[in-house]
């Protein structure tokens, strides 16, 4: 879901922007540290695919924001959190100065959304579900639904706080589309992913969200 310019309050978009710098400032050290160097292109390839994936958006709340297939599910998954952040906001970036698909005062914002929230939720959900029993699809589907709910969540505690519209109007609305957009989200991600893990993203599995997400 990307906010475009103009929708925010400062104070909104300024702390916003500030969590993401610090978090991706980890993110970097970690990668750097933890990261097998043959992984790198990998993540190249991973962000092309997202970026095209997220290109097919519409308007919810008319302009305040848009709602799309995230992708951070299958990045968290496949490369652990803090590379997946990275992944994230470089899709998010070239969106926002190359295409104008979010804001640029926005783009802090829309950052801790789609490229640390997303990922977050998704890797968080991963781990707990690795303790039940169940079938790998099912896990994969619920941590790419609740990465976008969540997600949806979020941003509407971001336009209420901005006074864009209500917290119960932009809960009611974000939530209800994201709902449906997470099942997409949940239904692609657990196709791809046994694909991804034969080709070449499988090299980086061993750092994925199956193992500490918080090193």
Sequence with gaps: MHI??????PKVWVTTAAVSGFVLAKSVKYSKEKMEQ????????????????Q?????VLGAATS???????????LFGFWPATLIMSTVVTIQAIVFQDGGITALGTNILNMAIVAPGVAAIIYKLLERINLPSSV?????????????????AVELALSGVVSLELAVKSLAFWHSFIGIGEGIITAVILPFALKSSFGI????????????
């Design 55 to 59: 290109m097919i958006n519409f308007p």
């Design 139 to 155: 896990k994969v589907f619920a941590c790419s639904w609740f990465s976008v709910f969540i997600v949806s969540i979020v941003g």
């Design 38 to 53: 043959r992984a790198v292109p990998v993540m190249g390839v991973m962000s092309a695919f997202i970026f095209a994936a």
């Design 4 to 9: 475009p310019d103009g929708i925010l309050d």
């Design 204 to 215: 980086a599995m061993k750092g994925g969200a199956s193992h500490e997400i918080t090193s």
């Design 67 to 77: 709602g799309h297939l995230i992708g951070a599910a299958l990045a968290a998954i």
